[in-house]
T-cell receptor
Framework: QKEVEQNSGPLSVPEGAIASLNCTYSDRGSQSFFWYRQYSGKSPELIMSIYSNGDKEDGRFTAQLNKASQYVSLLIRDSQPSDSATYLCAVKNYGQNFVFGPGTRLSVLP | GAVVSQHPSWVICKSGTSVKIECRSL??????MFWYRQFPKQSLMLMAT?????????EQGVEKDKFLINHASLTLSTLTVTSAHPEDSSFYICSARARTASYEQYFGPGTRLTVT
């Protein structure tokens, strides 16, 4: 059973701090990794995709991938209350569907 | 780019009736579309995967005769919930994958179904 695990949270950080969201996966053959943000009552929206080991930065967001450790993370710098949402990690192996994690609820406190 | 629409955004129906939900990729061709269901405070549950012109592949435990999926074109997929019951009340979300090597999926805004 391919699994993607995330800490369900809630993860609370003060406004302006760095929020660190973590995700581990069991399928060592996974090749594509995605972070989605989902506000309450809304559908997920894609934030970042990462395919190679290392860091990928996009604005305030940085995705980090370590395939050897089967670990992908998302850092949010200068966290804002509007970043409060559930963050879903998704992992994909070639020819297979996405496997979503259960999500981590982030709360940014003003 | 990469916009996916769903219609209707919400629907209330009586038990025993059928409801059709449309999912459209507006600015790209979707080789594959996915249908998810999400209950309150729970994660996404993949129901089925559909490729244009092919029969949908259903996940284990999802009744294919109850949840009819038609992927009629590269921009349209429909989910019909037949003989709906109150336990089918949920948030139904479609997503579409473009014809690129990136495998990124883009989600529609979702349809909230309430069966009374």
């Amino acid at each position: 059973q391919k699994e993607v695990e995330q800490n369900s949270g809630p993860l609370s950080v003060p406004e302006g701090a760095i929020a660190s969201l973590n995700c581990t996966y069991s399928d060592r053959g996974s090749q594509s990794f995605f972070w989605y943000r989902q506000y309450s009552g809304k559908s997920p929206e894609l934030i970042m995709s990462i395919y190679s080991n290392g860091d990928k930065e996009d604005g305030r967001f940085t995705a980090q991938l370590n395939k050897a450790s089967q670990y992908v993370s998302l850092l949010i710098r200068d966290s804002q209350p509007s970043d409060s949402a559930t963050y879903l990690c998704a992992v994909k192996n070639y020819g297979q569907n996405f496997v979503f994690g259960p999500g981590t609820r982030l709360s940014v406190l003003p | 780019g990469a916009v996916v629409s769903q219609h209707p955004s919400w629907v209330i129906c009586k038990s025993g009736t059928s409801v059709k939900i449309e999912c459209r990729s507006l600015d790209f061709q979707a080789t594959t579309m996915f249908w998810y269901r999400q209950f309150p405070k729970q994660s996404l549950m993949l129901m089925a995967t559909s490729n244009e012109g092919s029969k949908a592949t259903y996940e284990q435990g999802v009744e294919k005769d109850k949840f009819l999926i038609n992927h009629a074109s590269l921009t349209l997929s429909t989910l019909t919930v037949t003989s709906a019951h109150p336990e089918d009340s949920s948030f139904y979300i479609c997503s579409a994958r473009a014809r690129t090597a990136s495998y990124e999926q883009y989600f529609g805004p979702g349809t909230r179904l309430t069966v009374t």
